[in-house]
Nanobody
Framework: QVQLVESGGGLVQAGGSLRLSCAASVRIFSINAMGWFRQAPGKQRELVAR???????NYADSVKGRFAISRDNANNTVYLQMNSLKSEDTAVYYCTASTLAPSHDYWGQGTQVTVSS
């Protein structure tokens, strides 16, 4: 069982920055991949960024060059640094963790990010 707790969301003006944190209840080096999804009102949930156990990252095209995902194995925490925020980044952001044995996806409760234009 993996519990994930997000923090760092809030209200920011367009062009500003926020850093989201996701604290895991287990050693994250044992987790196959962790990531961030987001869901805006009336839209489907979408992948924002993902980082594997080996440190490989991938990003949605809409955030490339603006967002960066990183992991701190010592503190069992994954971060999402969001720069040059746009109004279309407004959404609830969810942290996820994917394990292989057993194969399961865990989700955090979500944190709201609102970007005012």
């Amino acid at each position: 069982q993996v519990q994930l707790v997000e923090s760092g969301g809030g209200l920011v003006q367009a062009g500003g920055s926020l850093r989201l944190s996701c604290a895991a209840s287990v050693r994250i080096f044992s987790i196959n991949a962790m990531g961030w999804f987001r869901q805006a009102p009336g839209k489907q949930r979408e992948l924002v960024a993902r980082i594997t156990r080996l440190g490989r990252t991938n990003y949605a095209d809409s955030v490339k060059g603006r967002f960066a995902i990183s992991r701190d194995n010592a503190n069992n925490t994954v971060y999402l640094q969001m720069n040059s925020l746009k109004s279309e980044d407004t959404a609830v952001y969810y942290c996820t963790a994917s394990t292989l044995a057993p194969s399961h996806d865990y989700w955090g409760q979500g944190t709201q990010v609102t970007v005012s234009s």
